[in-house]
């Protein structure tokens, strides 16, 4: 079966139901903790490390919850809802290239803020540069990434860490 290259919004919603890549394989977070509108492309093959890369994006609505609730009066999208982001896009490679189990975000080694993503922002863009994919009893992935506001880029994430278990009871 030849791999796909690009997912819209729906793709992503079947990601968060386990209806894309079937029972026993990682999910994507539903609803509003969903930070992905579409994967424009991923691929198993270039990027800065010759691992993979994913170009993916997230529309700016002034409506989106967080803005309501962070902060009053001076609304800002939380950083950490970016650094999500990222590792739901790791962990949804993991599943696009075949990973089963249930995704789980292992750690981060460097994160660097240098701005933010107001209401009044269009369009949201991740990157990520897989490093290293391990497929063998162990299932993990890890990767550099960034996020753009605009184009404009005001995160960076060095080794990303998410890892797909089978049994995440004893966490």
Known sequence: ???RHSFDYNDLVEAGTGELFGPGRPQ???DNMLMIDRIVTITDEGGDFGKGYIHAELDIKPDLW???CHFQG???MPGCLGLDAMWQLVGFFLGWNGGTGKGRALGVGEVKFT???LPTAKKVTY???MKRVINRKLIMG???GRVLVDGKEIYVAKDLKVGLFSDTSTF
């Open 142 to 144: 890890v990767a550099d």
């Open 115 to 117: 701005g933010q993503i």
């Open 66 to 68: 967080f803005f309501d």
């Open 74 to 76: 001076d609304p800002v």
């Open 1 to 3: 079966m030849m791999k």
């Open 127 to 129: 990157e990520i540069q």
């Open 28 to 30: 994507l977070p539903k």
